[in-house]
């Protein structure tokens, strides 16, 4: 958890640069990939942590330690987001890596706009969570922190590597378990389908069944759950075939459990009381 300083830091700082990032196009790709690599630094070095961000070390000293880790190198976008960031206050010296590792994100998500892949992603990204419920060991094995990463991208290219799916939606993905910063695989994944779901405006609905929606189901619960939240929704489809039968929607913190695995569970528990 982020203390008050930090957040208010990470969401000025994007906030600011913002029309910038979204107005570098295709350029983007390239941004983002670098402060995805500066992420993995930091995580991996706490004294250039609390070198950038130690409030009683004057910013021009922090820009200096910036231009010997990456000065032209990167992309100027790249240092100037740096930059913006080590001049912020942080409640905690590993924050900054969390900022970083966000303005990576966005960078991704304004090369889809730029690509027009924005929502090809989304589904994606939402397809990939959906496959890998299923696969319970490959789960573990891409979130297990005592092997290489280089291992963990390995394992993961075995299994997308010759796909079709969009380039960003691989980028995110091989991120996720190259650099696990203390995260579950299948919870960056979701975490990242949260983020392109704001992104585009949307609230996220997430709808878990034993077998894939049909396009007529999609389009019936955009419809009810657009009226019910009052903005437009993007559908997270999960295949999960233990539920048996029925639908679990969550909105938010609200879920609304009609599967048949859940009233099995409840019809167990009513006998349990009553005996």
Known sequence: MRGEASRIADRVSRDSLAPKLRDSGEDAWRIGNELF?????LDHNVQLERALTDPSRPVADKVAVLN???GGQAHPMTMEIMTDLVGRRWSRVSDIANAVEDFGVDGMMYYADATGA????SVELAELHSALLGMPVLRSELSDDSAPAEA???????????SDLNKVTKRLA????????????LQTVQWLINKFSRHMGE???TVTTATPLKIEQVKKLVAIYTK????????????DPSVIGGMR?????EVTDNTVVAQLQHLNRTVQASA
């Open 37 to 41: 690599s500066i992420t993995n630094v």
């Open 68 to 70: 010997t880790l990456i």
């Open 118 to 121: 924005t929502l090809q992603v």
């Open 152 to 162: 963990r991208t390995k394992l993961l290219n075995s299994l997308i590597g010759s």
């Open 174 to 185: 091989e991120h996720a378990t190259c650099n696990l910063r203390n995260r579950r695989y």
């Open 203 to 205: 609230s996220m609905v």
């Open 228 to 239: 019910k939240v009052g903005r437009p929704v993007h559908i997270n489809s999960v295949v």
């Open 249 to 253: 929607i969550q909105v938010g913190d």
